[in-house]
């Protein structure tokens, strides 16, 4: 009864120690996967998170979870928005990877030995639209001297198009706004120096001065299949084309026409810019000024472009509309061509079908099958590959096989017949 019992402890003993030896092994042998408890890892829209989640001691990670996407509320890491005596932050203050404000807090004014103040004048305040290119200059007032953050927006519409630090009270910067269509415009300053804010507007006035003062005509021409000055121009995939602009100028003089042209994506400017006949320079795509233009003076341009490869479009056909803008401060007007671009499919087509070994339906049907018929006849008659022989050496093979193999039929039935009688007495 002892002997099957202590077995029994033995073999639990050995068992357990096969089991614990691993974590006595390899217990002080692992590494850490992640840097710290609590640490995030995010992967497209899902998240990991360093922890101990087994029985050794390392950190690892724990598997990957789908969470919520989200939206940046602020746009740079750090980023302070200032109001009504408050002050918050941007930054990452949750568990999604997004930017987020914190809570407002208090925050101490500076003492400024006057009120802080800004004032912001455009380079040009009134003129026909497009009104384009305007420039606004901030002056600061009042105020500790020192750095000063500057915040311009173009259309007070909480965009800011510009920002800068500057310890200059007069902050200039060129080209900033443009104003497209008609209408009353309002740009905005904003300054931020120790915590104050100043703020302050200026309006622009873009009018609507008409088109009937220049007349616009814009033709297309495709070059590689000699198609030439349509509105609406049939084009292939890749193939090259023009567009020729023309302006007729009405009954007023106007001074610093700017020709500037909007190709549409898949196409491609490719340069030969002509004005007048005459070889140009420039960039007609970000705009070209073409000095003044007198009453009834014309003028016309014309450049190339290259249509995109076919495996940019789909199967169809696609219209790419091109549209020239001609503006000044005394008038403006536009004209569109369009280019038609088809992609047709390619369908493979069998130039020949094989009927045959050459071809010919009455040969390949009837005569190669009787010539072979004939040559086998001829080759089993002649005897050239031996076929009877053949035959008779297979023959002489199947009869031996057989002879062999009754043989040790009747060797086995004497030997059981024998060990049969002298088993039974």
């Not at 500076?110 to 009134?126: G, I, R």
């Not at 901030?138 to 920002?163: H, I, P, Q, R, S």
Request: proline letters at 3%; aromatic letters at 10%; one cysteine or more.
């Amino acid at each position: 009864m002892f002997l099957p019992n202590f077995i029994k402890i033995k073999s639990f003993l050995i068992l357990a120690i096969i089991l614990l030896l691993p974590v006595f092994v390899f217990a002080d042998t692992c590494s850490d996967q992640c840097s710290y408890v609590g640490k995030l890892e995010y992967y497209q829209d899902k998240v990991r998170q360093c922890g101990n989640y087994d029985s050794d001691p390392c950190l690892e990670w724990s598997n990957y979870s789908t969470y919520s996407t989200c939206v940046d509320e602020c746009s740079s890491l750090g980023e302070k928005e200032y109001a009504n005596g408050k002050i918050r932050q941007c930054g990452n203050y949750d568990s999604d990877p997004c930017l987020e404000w914190n809570n407002w807090e208090n925050y101490q004014e500076s003492k400024t030995k006057d009120e802080l103040s800004v004032s912001l004048k455009p380079s040009v305040s009134a003129g026909c639209a497009p009104l384009n290119g305007i420039g606004l200059t901030a002056t600061v007032l009042g105020g500790e001297e020192g750095y000063f953050a500057f915040y311009f927006d173009c259309m007070n519409n909480g965009t800011w198009e510009k920002t800068l630090d500057s310890n200059s009270r007069v902050v200039p910067v060129d080209k900033l706004c443009n104003y497209w269509n008609p209408g009353i415009y309002t740009a905005k300053i904003r300054i931020v120096k120790l915590g104050v804010v100043a703020e302050n507007t200026t309006t622009i006035n873009a009018k609507n001065c008409g088109t009937a003062g220049i007349k616009v005509e814009n033709l297309a021409t495709n070059v590689s299949d000699g198609v030439y000055l349509r509105d609406s121009l049939p084009a292939d995939p890749g193939e090259l084309v023009s567009f020729q602009i023309k302006i007729i100028n009405g009954v007023s003089s106007i001074k610093n026409a700017v020709v500037s042209d909007n190709l549409p994506s898949k196409m491609a400017y490719a340069g030969n810019l002509i004005i007048d006949g005459k070889s140009a320079s420039g960039d007609i795509i970000k705009g070209i000024n073409i000095g003044d233009l007198n009453s009834g003076q014309t003028k016309i341009l014309s450049f190339n472009a290259t249509i995109a490869e076919a495996k940019e479009f789909n199967f169809g056909q696609t219209k790419l509309i091109n549209t020239v803008l001609v503006y000044s401060a005394g008038g403006s007007g536009s004209d569109s061509a369009t280019v038609v671009v088809e992609r047709k499919a390619t369908l493979a087509v069998a130039t020949s079908v094989s009927t045959g070994i050459t071809n010919n339906l009455l040969v390949d049907s009837f005569f190669l099958p009787l010539a072979i018929g004939l040559l086998l006849v001829w080759i089993f008659k002649s005897g050239i590959i031996g076929v009877e022989e053949w035959i008779d050496g297979k023959k002489q093979k199947t009869e031996k096989y057989r002879f062999k193999k009754l043989l040790q039929l009747k060797i086995s039935q004497a030997k059981i017949k024998e060990f049969l009688e002298r088993r039974i007495p």
